[in-house]
């Protein structure tokens, strides 16, 4: 009763420790193509497009209202970051420009010139992927200062450029009752729950992403979940094979009949252990990396059998199994890990 249970708990331990190791290349897969696309970054500035200077008429919304928009859009055909500027902001805020429309952003324009301090260069634009609420309200006090009735005027200017933060300024206004420092909490508190919606939509299509990749990463190394679980028990019954070889002669008969005939079976033993299932898994990807026992690694191409096992339909339940594994993430994989092997973390 005992081994059976270590025999599933082994297991268990395998797959989790495969899922595991599967979603953080799918995590980085995504994290490595956001930072290199600056996609957060284009987010919050597409956010702030959209309600600082409003979209023109007819003209669509900076913020991706579709997938396909998260895929191509967003980070490759619409670029909605200022321009990087390296220079601190001037020490009093500019008057908006008469005369100026949506298609201008000009309050983009002026609320960047604002906290541009906290930017740093990056293929000309800005990098800006993040702005505390507190500079928030700071930079719209400072550009509130710079018109000749205050909050009052620059209320007025958005109105005119029919900017949706009108709305919202309009109403913190009122309900500050033309307090300042009442005012100025209300802005922060307003933009701290826009990033809170903000963050939200931009994890709704994360999701998205991460299931392309997830099925995508399934796919290029053919992970059956469910041959893994085959492999992991054929390992388990082979290391009991091999405890046998000690005990009695029958233990070598019966692993000489498991090996390639005439091979050592003390060499079948040392070469079989050292490739266990998670080893062996990732033999059947489309490139493979082979380490030999002697002379180096080397990496090849692996197209044929991989194409043979993706149009198998046998294997795709265990393809299946294992895309849905990978949609739960690597946060529940490892907590799933230390619960089974009862690893603490920091108190």
Not at 253 to 265: A, F, N, R, W
Request: aromatic residues 10%; contains cysteine; hydrophobic residues 45%.
């Amino acid at each position: 009763m005992i081994a059976l249970l270590s025999l599933y708990v082994d297991m268990a331990i395998g797959l989790v420790m495969l899922f595991l190791l599967l979603s953080l290349l799918v995590s980085g897969v995504n994290e490595a193509a956001v930072r290199l696309l600056s996609v957060r970054s284009k987010f919050l500035w597409a956010y702030l497009r959209d309600t600082m200077d409003g979209a023109q008429e007819g003209a669509r919304s900076w913020l991706p209202a579709t997938v396909r928009g998260v895929f191509t859009v967003l980070p490759f055909l619409r670029d909605p970051r200022p321009k990087f500027d390296e220079r601190p902001s001037p020490a009093e805020a500019k008057p908006m420009p008469a005369g100026t429309t949506a298609a201008d952003d000009a309050m983009t324009k002026l609320f960047y010139e604002r906290v541009r301090e906290i930017d740093h260069g990056k293929t000309g634009k800005t990098s800006i992927s993040n702005i505390p609420p507190g500079r928030f309200a700071g930079a719209l006090m400072e550009m509130a200062a710079g018109e000749k009735d205050g909050v009052e005027g620059l209320l007025v200017k958005l109105k005119d450029l029919n900017s949706p933060l009108y709305g919202h300024l309009k109403g913190v206004w009122e309900s500050a009752q033309r307090d300042m420092e009442r005012f100025r909490q209300g802005v922060e508190s307003w933009f701290d729950t826009e990033m809170q919606r903000l963050s939200m939509l931009y994890k709704r299509y994360v999701k998205w992403v991460v299931a392309v990749l997830g099925l995508v990463i399934t796919l290029l190394f053919s992970m059956d979940g469910i041959e893994f679980t085959k492999t992991l028990l054929r390992d388990n019954a082979y290391r009991a094979a091999v405890s046998a070889i000690a005990g009695s002669a029958e233990g070598t008969e019966s692993l000489k009949e498991t090996c390639t005939p005439g091979v050592d079976p003390y060499k079948c033993v040392t070469d079989t252990l050292s490739s266990p299932a998670m080893v062996k898994v990732f033999d059947h990807a489309i490139i493979s990396l082979r380490i030999p026992e002697d002379g180096d690694p080397s990496v090849s191409w692996n197209g044929g059998m991989w194409w043979q096992r993706v149009t198998t339909l046998s294997h795709w339940p265990g393809y299946l199994l294992t895309f849905v594994a990978l949609l739960f993430g690597a946060p529940f994989w490892w907590d799933l890990f230390r619960r089974i092997t009862g690893i603490r973390g920091r108190q």
